[in-house]
């Protein structure tokens, strides 16, 4: 692949900044990590983004968490076996076939034709209606997060926000941390910066995005304009501050 000149627009902080969350994430594209990668072989500068973003998310990865009092079990023997079985299925049917009696060199051949005899005769009266084609499985991405963090702590809970596919409507989600087991007073609301005039305007209460919140369409562009999402102890945004985090847009960056 031949060597990337780095353009002006990789210069830009958020640009760099969106970029490396989505690879520390893994919702890059294939070409667009390998893309991304040939730039930071060509400008070192960027690992600095990619660590802070490592960071960050390390601290809602309990099983890094240094602060957690309980001990993961390991798993069952079985469970090896199986994911082995999924990676290598050529190994596994040659496992299975050492491990079976001679006898059944002879037996399985008699079985397979007497069983497709029997399947032509009878077939025609039991066949079963055709099964109505199931559409492929659509999995919804994230769109925008947010990484909550108090004073005293980092990383507590994350907001996910979800642009609705066709007729469904987008949401807002909340994502808890281990850490955190209960959420805050009933009063604690959540609300939203402009990032170009500074305006603070209110979603809606930290337990109603807990149970998943619909957005309006006013709604979801005043968050594609936000900086970060702020949780108050009280209904109006000049009280307490319990938590704060930067909003992050995540897309494909196919075009990169």
């Not at 968490?65 to 050529?90: G, K, M, S, T, Y």
């Not at 930290?206 to 979801?220: G, K, Y």
Request: contains cysteine.
């Amino acid at each position: 692949m031949p060597k990337l000149t780095v353009a002006k627009r990789y210069q830009s902080t958020e640009l760099r900044d969106r970029l490396a969350a989505e690879y520390v994430l893994g919702t890059l594209t294939p070409n667009a990590q390998r893309r991304l990668e040939c730039l930071m072989n060509q400008d070192p500068s960027w690992w600095e983004h990619i660590e802070h973003w490592q960071q960050h998310f390390a601290g809602i990865t309990p099983s890094i968490d240094a602060h957690l009092e309980w001990e993961f079990a390991q798993p069952p023997e079985r469970v090896w076996r199986n994911i082995d079985a999924a990676v290598n299925p050529q190994r596994e049917v040659a496992r299975t076939a050492a491990k079976a009696p001679w006898w059944n060199a002879v037996i399985m051949p008699l079985s397979l034709a007497f069983s497709l005899v029997m399947g032509v005769l009878i077939s025609p009266s039991i066949m079963p209606p055709e099964a109505p084609k199931k559409g492929p499985i659509i999995v919804q991405p994230a769109n925008y997060f947010a990484l909550m963090s108090s004073e005293q702590e980092h990383n507590l809970f994350a907001i996910v926000a979800y642009r609705g596919l066709g007729d469904a409507k987008s949401t807002l989600r909340l994502q808890r941390n281990l850490r955190e087991s209960e959420l805050p007073p009933e009063t604690a609301t959540v609300w939203m910066r402009d990032k170009e005039s500074g305006k603070v305007t209110r979603i809606d209460t930290l337990r109603n995005i807990n149970d998943t919140r619909f957005m309006s369409t006013v709604e979801w562009k005043q968050l594609q304009n936000s900086s970060e999402l702020i949780v108050t102890i009280g209904e109006t945004p000049d009280s307490q501050v319990l938590y704060r985090g930067r909003c992050v847009e995540l897309s494909n960056w196919n075009a990169i």
